[in-house]
């Protein structure tokens, strides 16, 4: 079948018929570059002496995060077991165990909606060291993420520089931030302040913030239309609207032009604005005020085709929170999972100041897509239990739920860490896809 006629088929008659969609030209390209990455993976990890070791598909539940896939047991009326998230309990127990490095190409199952990025069983790359610190793991694995991209998908990745949480969320809005273009945030939270705009003085009373973006020679570019479509995007993720104003001949006009013109100069000179510029505005909590704005400034991009084709750009976000409080449940949340572990340096404000202590956790972000995740793990019990503790878990349920690892931790956890790769994520990536269906050779 030829590919191009592929274009002109529904997926779902393409997948009924997998057995035919197979025999095109491109998705033997697939399976055979997704071959290449995993015997790249092992024989890569297996020169830095790593051990592939296989953990089980039947464990007890755990929560993770997600929703777990059950599986009834035949031998015990009313018990089952959960299929895992993730290896993450087991391959910290192979560190107590003695297995200094762990690596294994595993299947994950999360019970959760279907994305164009994400399914219901997928796979990782899963990885463990023992007696490291952050900057050996994130060492090892840059130089597997380089080499892999080169030799296998012919592309240079570049530097991969380390960016931390509060500043990839200040500049571009976003702890996966794509960096391949240049629009950046700024926070004009006090400028915002000394105006009688109540969107910009609620949020300012209230603790929130008010992010500012100046997109060049956007005025004549983006349209009240256009303007309007992502003032919707903004509100997507929790804004109330996307104030704007144009800035030309010297002057505020439209939008929110008569609000902000007692802070001109001020807001002129912050932005460094030229004649024909657009400014947009997040408004929100510190999240919603980013999160909007970095995601306005993702559609810009699209929209004016700013960003470069063929182009390749990783970092490493460093210096999470350890938690997120929801307001929901009023209780924190890991920013990872319960197991990583806090700043050395933070350790001592783990319980007296949980929203300032920041984690040892580590991103790796390519082209805007989290490809990779890790931290340093928890390896003393007390800390755990604490940590438990502040996610709202009693004595009881940790014993419960978690029980076994705290006992392991007993016996004398070394100081471990580790990362798992999205193995569908880098073959989209090298593929250029943005479907993970594509990579699959039996997608749900």
């Known amino acids: 079948p030829d590919d191009h006629d592929a274009d002109n088929i529904g997926e779902e008659h393409r997948l009924r018929h997998r057995y035919i969609d197979l025999r ?3 998705m033997q390209k697939i399976l055979a570059l997704r071959h290449k990455i995993t015997q790249f993976t092992r024989n890569f990890f297996a020169a830095n002496d790593f051990l592939e070791i296989e953990t089980p598909l039947l464990i007890t539940p755990t929560p993770e995060g997600a929703r777990d896939f059950i599986v009834p047991s035949r031998h015990q009326a009313g018990q089952w077991y959960a299929l895992p998230q993730s290896p993450q309990i087991f391959k910290q127990i192979l560190m107590v165990a003695g297995c200094d ?15 164009a990025d994400r399914q219901a069983e997928f796979t990782q790359i899963d990885l463990e060291m023992s007696f490291v610190d952050q900057d050996d793991v994130i060492s090892i694995m840059s130089e597997f993420a380089s080499t892999l991209f080169k030799e296998v998908g012919s592309i240079d990745l570049g530097d991969l520089p380390q960016l931390s949480w509060k500043d990839a969320m200040d500049e571009y809005g976003s702890d996966r931030p794509d960096t391949r273009f240049d629009l950046t945030l700024k926070d004009v939270t006090e400028l915002a302040s000394k105006t009688e705009f109540k969107v910009f003085t609620e949020a300012c009373q209230s603790g929130g913030s008010v992010k500012a973006m100046r997109v060049p020679k956007g005025a004549e570019q983006l349209s009240r239309k256009k303007t309007d479509a992502l003032a919707e995007v903004a509100k997507t993720y929790g804004a109330g609207g996307l104030p704007v104003v144009k800035y030309q001949d010297g002057e505020f006009v439209t939008g929110v032009a008569k609000f902000v013109e007692p802070i001109k100069d001020e807001l002129i000179d912050a932005l460094s604005l030229e004649d024909g510029d657009i400014v947009m505005f997040g408004v929100g909590s510190y999240r919603v005020a980013c999160t909007a704005l970095g995601e306005v400034r993702l559609a810009v991009a699209r929209e004016l085709d700013l960003i470069p084709s063929g182009l390749f750009r990783g970092l490493w976000v460093v210096d999470f929170p350890m938690f997120d409080w929801n307001e929901d449940a009023k209780r924190w949340v890991s920013e990872h999972h319960p197991f990583t572990a806090p700043l050395e340096s933070h350790i001592d404000i783990l319980e007296s100041d949980p ?12 082209n805007g897509a989290e490809v990779a995740g890790g931290s340093i793990r928890i390896h003393s019990p007390e800390v755990q239990a604490t940590v438990f503790g502040l996610l709202g878990l009693s004595e009881e349920e940790t014993q419960d739920k978690f029980g076994f690892l705290l006992n392991a931790l007993k016996f004398g956890a070394p100081p471990h860490g580790g990362v798992a790769f999205g193995l569908d994520r880098l073959v989209m990536m090298m593929i250029g896809t943005d479907n993970i269906r594509d990579v699959i050779a039996f997608p749900k």
């Open 24 to 26: 095109r030209p491109k």
């Open 101 to 115: 490095k762990y690596m294994q190409i595993c299947k994950c199952l999360r019970d959760e909606d279907p994305r």
């Open 355 to 366: 929203g300032n202590c920041l984690s040892s956790g580590y991103d790796l972000v390519i």
